[in-house]
């Protein structure tokens, strides 16, 4: 994606003077807010990465949108203008938010399930989470039917398929080449 080593880097920059402040948890949430209605607006979004709008008309909207947020965060969106950097605040905010959890000892993992968990799968899984990191982890779940049973877990890098559709796919696999 297109300015992402630029978005890490500001990204740090912020965690780091966010920290310096005591302020990362309060950034933290005005990120989240900001990824937010970047990603659930179009119109934003699109306004932010054109080139045909100008770059104060942009920070005008910006700042109107978000009137309460942090410094921190005024003194990024102000140097974003400044370099015409604007269109990646959304990376910006989703690379403070890896950042931050790296920062403070947390992992998202993610479950794909064929139906919605119960709590003794989800028991099964926080264990093996568990086992595969000594971090805080927040579980994300999510329903997807095309895996037919089982699950998918992803922590990070690492990905633990325990489908349905993954077993039958690697017997398919066997009987083909055979």
Not at 37 to 64: G, W
Not at 90 to 117: C, H, R, W
Not at 126 to 150: A, R
């Amino acid at each position: 994606m297109v300015g992402t080593r630029a978005a890490i880097r500001y990204a740090k920059a912020v965690l780091s003077l966010a920290i310096d402040n005591n302020k990362a948890n309060e950034v933290y949430s005005d990120m989240v807010l900001i990824n937010s209605f970047i990603t659930e607006n179009e119109s934003l979004n699109n306004a932010l990465r054109s080139p045909v709008v100008n770059l104060f008309d942009k920070a005008a909207v910006l700042n109107r949108l978000f009137p309460s947020v942090s410094s921190e965060i005024k003194s990024l969106l102000s140097t974003l203008v400044k370099n015409k950097r604007i269109n990646i605040l959304g990376q910006i905010a989703v690379q403070y938010g890896v950042l931050y959890d790296q920062a403070s000892n947390k992992e998202k993992a993610f479950v794909i399930t064929a139906t919605p968990m119960t709590p003794e799968l989800e028991s099964k899984v926080m264990n093996k989470l568990k086992s595969l990191t000594t971090k805080d982890v927040t579980l994300h779940k999510s329903v997807d039917e095309k895996i037919l049973g089982g699950f998918v877990l992803r922590l990070g890098d690492q990905q633990y398929d325990a489908s349905v559709s993954n077993q039958l796919n690697t017997l398919k696999k066997k009987f083909t080449i055979n």
